[in-house]
């Protein structure tokens, strides 16, 4: 039995570091006073209290599993290097915008990290504390970023340390580095080990700072002592608080923390996320790292101990990149990735994707809940997963008092819902699901009279406002029953989620099973076309903001539908996901004052794509691009003029590559490497500006 017997710890750890750290974000900054006046303990979600959503983005969770796809994209390297993982953040990294708190030079250890990098200065050496020095190199982020890498490596301590050895040190050095490793062995360990001094111990040898060990030694001490955590607390403050550490969240009060809230938690996983999250200092990054060690450690019964933290999450998170399309995400397709990696990191046989929603582990319902823009009178629906009860997989949903007039509806988000979105990191992202894709699934119905099911999507309107479009409705005979929806055309409108309604003409109770539900490739037909500028003080609409941009500017225009405007080179706008492949892109392009510009497809990320470009004035020419490396694939002179536009197609079809403009060929080309086999599209442009005018995807 290989790594799948770990997957469900897994799955646990992940739901630990999304509960913890959304238990400490809403009082992530307060002051220790502010907290215990306020609230006393952060025992339970909170963010109401605040007037802030439950689900939010934030660096703890887009670092984590973000700069966790460097094993993936590198193809899962035994010895991943720190320069591979630096490479990962400057594909991933929107400048000002994604992942990190943008504190500036000097200030905030990640956004001085990125700037290194982007000068050119590789990692190692871009985190360092000879460059940076030793306040800026030693703060939380390592720490805060490593679990997804630990939990590749499931009883392997030396792995899980070197990974999160590589993965650190693009940004952070010495203790800091250190401590995040201490913590990924005793992740790794923890997949086998419960005890908590057994895994202290187990983490030990991979200390080498004497500081690091005297403060392991100071925590165990204290906590041995007072089974207060306030008076704990109070020990540490004067000896390792923020009042001694330099700098804006450094590593040593932060990690005694950590340790101090696992130690006086014990195997309560309720208490210690609690501790962790009311104790000030770095909330949610603290208790991010002990719900996730103590999810593995625990498992899933650890976190039914106290409160349910799982149902209000139902495994939503955001993952905000450059690659929009994965943005919107869940706890079960980033433990199935997790799973990958450490298959592939063991010898083993990596694991195929299954579909997008498969409701793998107990209590999954990925995003699943009764919808919040239905209109039943009374609570009709109940979520929950088949395997709470027997053992298959499925989301379960259960219906009461179904009856004429009286529909149950649940869906899950696919894109961001702007009536409850946060302000506080900026969550940009591209749908996951396009008008003409077909969506598949297996519904189990459990009964001889069944209700009737049809499918349905909510989308912003021109005037954004919510859309909703429905399929036909099916009859479901007891069994599984295959289904299948094509999604009607929304007028390039972003669609922000997929629903299924049950609907019966006479009272129904009972329930059916959602075994499965999947889509796949590039939409037949998604067009964007004719959407203007309306109003010079309203440059994000809706539809734009399906879009991710890492140009300097990007608006609607009067007479075009895009702006696009970057200063130096690769100014990069996308939309699409990673199950894009074989497709066509189009659009009718102007270039202004620029060096280059055009179409990209098969992205993943902002500085790995297929572009197809002109360029001086003079030339047409497709690139493969990838980090640093760009490669011409294909070049002919090509004459053409500003202010005119030309209608250019981007092909891609296996490793086949074409170009045509005014609807002539005028390029073909292959890449038997095969560098970019999936991914979004959209526009690229390099020192200027090129105007748009409509987009258009067709899967080949």
């Not at 210690?272 to 603290?286: E, K, L, Q, R």
Request: overall charge negative; hydrophobic content about 40%; proline content about 5%.
């Amino acid at each position: 039995m290989g790594i799948e017997r770990y997957a469900a710890q897994m799955y646990a750890g992940v739901l630990g570091k999304m509960i913890g750290v959304y238990l400490g974000r809403p009082v992530e900054g307060w002051s220790y006073e502010k907290i215990q006046e306020v609230f006393g303990e952060v025992d339970y979600y909170v963010h109401d209290r605040i007037g802030a959503p439950l689900v939010v983005a934030d660096d703890d969770l887009s670092g984590t599993f973000g700069f966790f796809r460097a094993l993936e994209d590198n193809g899962y390297p035994a010895d991943l290097t720190p320069q591979q993982v630096g490479q990962t953040w400057l594909n991933y990294i929107i400048e000002d915008k994604t992942i990190l708190w943008w504190g500036g030079l000097g200030r905030s250890t990640e956004h001085t990290a990125y700037l290194r990098l982007k000068d050119g200065v590789p990692a190692p050496r871009s985190g360092s504390i000879e460059l940076n020095g030793p306040t800026i190199a030693q703060q939380i982020g390592a720490q805060i970023f490593m679990d997804a890498f630990a939990m590749t490596s499931p009883g392997d301590p030396d792995r899980a340390v070197a990974l999160v050895r590589a993965a650190a040190s693009v940004s952070h050095d010495g203790i800091a580095v250190e401590a995040a490793c201490f913590l990924a062995a005793m992740e790794a360990l923890a997949f086998d080990v419960r005890p908590l001094d057994d895994l202290i111990e187990g983490a030990l040898p991979y200390v080498t700072s004497a500081t690091l060990k005297k403060l392991i030694d100071d925590v165990r001490m204290i906590c041995a002592q007072e089974s207060d955590w306030r008076a704990v607390r109070a020990w540490l403050d004067p000896r390792y608080g923020y009042g001694v550490c330099p700098g804006p969240c450094h590593i040593i009060p932060n990690h005694a923390m950590v340790l101090s809230a696992l130690l006086l938690g014990g195997d309560d996983f309720q208490c210690s996320v609690t501790i962790g999250a009311s104790a000030a200092w770095d909330t949610d990054c603290n208790a991010g790292n002990v719900g996730c060690l103590n999810g593995i450690r625990l498992g899933l019964e650890g976190l039914r101990g106290g409160a349910d933290f799982r149902a209000p999450v139902a495994d939503l998170l955001y993952v905000v990149t450059a690659d929009g399309g994965s943005c919107v995400t869940d706890a079960v397709q980033q433990t199935n990735g997790i799973a990958r990696a450490a298959a592939a990191l063991n010898g083993e046989p990596v694991p195929e994707r299954g579909p997008r929603y498969s409701f793998d582990y107990p209590g999954s319902t990925q995003g699943f809940v009764p919808c919040p823009y239905g209109s039943a009178p009374y609570p009709v629906a109940r979520v929950g997963n088949l395997n709470e009860t027997s053992d298959e997989n499925g989301l379960v949903v259960a219906y009461h008092a179904l009856a004429q007039g009286v529909t149950c509806q649940v869906s899950t988000p696919t894109f961001l819902d702007f009536s409850v979105l946060a302000n506080n990191f900026a969550t940009i992202a591209s749908p996951t699901l396009y008008a003409t894709q077909t969506v598949r699934a297996h519904v189990k119905a459990f009964a001889d009279v069944n209700p009737r099911l049809r499918f349905y999507v909510l989308y912003y309107d021109s005037d954004n406002e919510v859309g909703r479009m429905a399929g036909d409705l099916f009859d479901l005979a007891r069994g599984v029953n295959a289904l299948e929806w094509t999604v009607p055309d929304t007028g390039g409108m972003p669609i922000f989620r997929l629903g299924i309604e049950l609907v019966a003409d006479r009272r129904l109770d009972g329930r059916i099973g959602l075994l499965d539900l999947d889509w796949d490739g590039a939409p037949a037909a998604f067009a964007q076309q004719g959407m203007l500028m309306t109003s010079i003080w309203n440059l994000a609409p809706y539809w734009l903001q399906a879009w991710v941009s890492s140009a300097r500017q990007f608006a609607p225009d009067f007479t075009y539908t895009y702006c696009i405007s970057h200063t130096v080179d690769n100014g990069v706008v996308t939309l699409g996901t990673q199950d894009w492949a074989d497709y066509s892109v189009e659009s009718g392009i102007a270039f202004s004052l620029h060096e280059a510009g055009g179409l990209v497809l098969r992205s993943k990320g902002h500085r790995r794509y297929y572009a197809a470009l002109l360029s001086g004035g003079t030339t047409a020419s497709i690139i493969a691009r990838r980090d640093d490396v760009v490669e011409t694939l294909a070049s002919v002179p090509f004459p053409y003029e500003m202010d005119r536009v030309y209608a250019l197609r981007f092909d891609a079809q296996g490793d086949a590559l074409a170009l045509s403009i005014d609807g002539a060929r005028v390029l073909e080309t292959r890449d038997p490497e095969g560098r970019h086999a999936h991914g979004g599209a959209g526009f690229v442009v390099e020192r200027g500006t090129i105007l748009a005018d409509g987009f258009r995807v067709a899967a080949l």
